[in-house]
């Protein structure tokens, strides 16, 4: 945990509870990771899905890290955190014609990822460039929800309509400037990601000559439990550089560049979620830990059975990791509430902190107003130790605010 047990009673203190507390130190950290990850021959480029806080995006630019939006709503947010438009890959799914346009009035690459898609684009931008994402039909991810290649998925172009594809380009006088992919969300083993990137390469050889760039996608995964050993970049290199020489070397254009979409791996670890324990309570033989930690501030359990480390703070005294085993469950109007199952913390007292670690990626952005529940704050801690408010949390009037 990066922040000591008494600054977080007085986060809480002075922001309330629950607050989500970035550190810019380990953000800046991932993301030059990153950069190095790959010696300069991929580029990352950061999932805004993963966190959209405007601070924290800025951060992410001046690392030198470019974005891919989902939605003409994360592109505003990245414009207004200083991208520019070349800095953008609008990786859209199911778009409207009104949202594909939101994203070529400002000059923003689009891939579309299905015929369907290619035929609206191409109608309302003939002559314009585009990037197509392609299913390689390899996926990988923490659970089913979010493998997002392979049989099974609504993601991408099913390799054997590459022909077809070309038609539509050449129908609308299309420029397909670069292919990607993305093949599901959290592995910590290299094997997946070479496999698709190897069949990627080989689609593009075979089907897509003169491309500016081929995007292998992000999924980089951060280790959640204790223990759990971090992803190998080194076996990715050794996995992926090999493919990527023989690939330049047979293909057209020698100056194709390569790219990744990291979310999770970026914005993972340097965010905590902190709570407070509200009541905690014995029924039928069970102990429960009662939060206010509900699945409107973290639903990744609830929605995916994911695992977070959640440690107990007291002031004064350090607490030890108890005999009885509770569940931490939060202030939600549902049994499935449920944001640490079992965990050594039975001896729980009200006013102690929860301290929910890794909660960085698709935490604040998954969360909602659910039981009219506010979102909370969210704070950064500088890289000089200084606290800084980088979102407010809602207020009760801001739950009227669309009325
Ligand atoms: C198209 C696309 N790219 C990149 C990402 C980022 O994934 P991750 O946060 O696992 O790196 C996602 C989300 O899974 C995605 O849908
Ligand atoms: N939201 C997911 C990751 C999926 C990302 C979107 N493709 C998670 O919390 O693990």
Not at 51 to 65: A, D, F, T, V, Y
Not at 161 to 177: D, P, S, V
């Amino acid at each position: 945990m990066f922040l000591q047990k008494d600054e977080a009673f007085q986060l809480l203190a002075d922001f309330g509870s629950p607050l989500y507390v970035y550190s810019e130190g380990i953000l800046r950290e991932r993301c030059g990771e990153l950069l190095e990850a790959f010696e300069g021959r991929i580029k990352p480029s950061f999932s805004a899905k993963a966190n959209s806080n405007l601070h924290l995006l800025r951060i992410i630019r001046e690392e030198g890290i470019g974005a891919d939006a989902v939605s003409p709503g994360e592109i505003f947010i990245l414009e207004r955190a200083g991208f520019e438009s070349g800095e953008i890959f609008y990786i859209c799914n199911n778009a409207s014609e009104e949202e594909l346009r939101f994203a070529i009035d400002r000059d923003i690459l689009v891939s579309v990822d299905s015929l369907s898609q290619l035929e609206t684009f191409g109608r309302i931008n003939r002559g314009g460039s585009v990037a197509l994402r392609i299913n390689p039909g390899v996926g990988a991810g923490h659970c089913d929800k979010v493998v997002t290649a392979g049989c099974g998925t609504k993601f991408g172009i099913d390799p054997a309509c590459c022909g077809e594809a070309k038609k539509i380009i050449a129908k609308y006088e299309l420029k397909l400037i670069g292919i990607n992919q993305h093949i599901g969300s959290l592995f910590l083993d290299a094997g997946p990601y070479v496999k698709a990137a190897g069949i990627l390469l080989s689609i593009v050889l075979k089907h897509f000559p003169g491309l500016d760039f081929v995007d292998f996608g992000g999924g980089f995964g951060v280790p959640y439990k204790e223990g759990e050993r971090r992803l190998d970049f080194g076996a990715l290199r050794d996995g992926l550089f090999p493919l990527m020489d023989s690939f330049v070397e047979r293909y057209d254009n020698k100056y194709v560049h390569f790219k990744c979409e990291p979310g999770r791996y970026i914005a993972a670890e340097c965010g905590l979620l902190l709570g407070t324990v509200n009541a905690v309570k014995e029924s039928f033989g069970k102990r429960y830990v009662g939060t206010d930690l509900g699945f409107n501030v973290l639903m990744r359990r609830v929605l995916y059975n994911s695992y977070h480390e959640a440690r107990l703070l007291r002031r004064g005294a350090a607490v030890q990791r108890s005999a009885v085993l509770a569940d931490v469950v939060g202030d939600i109007c549902e049994s499935g509430d449920v944001i640490a199952e079992s965990r050594p913390v039975g001896d729980a007292r009200k006013g102690d902190v929860i301290a929910v670690e890794n909660a960085g990626a698709y935490g604040y952005s998954m969360a909602s107003n659910y039981n009219s529940r506010m979102r909370p704050a969210e704070v950064l801690m500088t890289q000089r130790g200084e606290f800084k408010l980088i979102r407010a949390a809602d207020t009760l009037e801001s739950l009227l605010a669309n009325f």
